[in-house]
């Protein structure tokens, strides 16, 4: 059974780093494209970026080019979605989900809530 | 990078009913889009792939056509656990992107 579990919610003020992770299970990790999908408080789903952990291959929305960072360890077949510098505008639900090898959607995470307030 | 426009954005409808929501790229995706469905706090769920394959488990009342910037999600007798919001997406070149959402209500 495929699985993508998602770390659990954080809580940040601006200006912090964070690192949210999503662990796969259940199939070969490195041989499927992994993305991140953001959605902010009553707005719909963003495409963030996209990762093959196979070669590190990464590609990024414009939109979010430089504002996040997109890794995954193959070790342990997990992905990762990291801040350096958060901002209020980064409060949202961050969803990771596996790319099949036709480039759909196919699995999910549950979502980790990401809030940052002063 | 292509655009995606989901029409209406907002459908009200009744258990029963056979509904009609419309996507349209801003370029040519051939057949390369994804219909998922997402309930209040929780992940999407994929429904269709391929503008009209159905995903395993899905019910039949899902459907969806189209190919090229015109595509379609029908639901053919609306059921309770359908209302829901949805969502497009085309995955013919990266970015790729999601329309802005249907909120199917009652």
């Known amino acids: 059974e495929v699985l993508l579990v998602q770390s659990s919610a954080e809580v940040k003020k601006p200006g912090d780093s964070l690192k949210i992770s999503c662990k796969a299970s259940?199939?070969?990790?490195?041989?499927?494209?992994i993305g991140w999908v953001r959605q902010m408080p009553g707005k719909g789903l963003e495409w963030m970026g996209i990762?093959?952990?196979?070669?590190?291959?990464?590609k990024y929305s414009p939109s979010f080019q430089g504002q996040v960072t997109i890794s995954a360890d193959k070790s342990t077949s997990t992905a990762f979605l990291q801040w350096s510098s958060l901002k209020a505008s980064d409060t949202g639900l961050y969803f990771c989900a596996r790319t099949s090898a036709s480039q759909y959607p196919d699995y999910w995470g549950q979502g980790t809530q990401v809030i940052v307030s002063s | 990078d292509i655009q995606m426009t989901q029409s209406p954005s907002t459908l009200s409808a009744s258990v029963g009913d056979r509904v009609t929501i419309t996507c349209r790229a801003s370029q040519s995706i051939s057949k390369w889009l994804a219909w998922l469905q997402q309930k209040p706090g929780k992940a999407p769920k994929l429904l269709i792939y391929?503008?009209?394959n159905l995903q395993a488990g899905v019910p039949s009342r899902f459907s969806g056509s189209g190919s090229g910037t015109e595509f379609t999600l029908t639901i053919s007798s609306l059921q309770p656990d359908d209302f829901a919001t949805y969502y497009c997406q085309q995955y013919s070149s990266k970015p790729y992107s999601f329309g802005q959402g249907t909120k199917l209500e009652i």
């Open positions: 990762l093959y952990p196979d070669d590190s291959d990464i």
């Open positions: 259940g199939y070969s990790f490195s041989t499927y494209w």
């Open positions: 391929k503008a009209s």
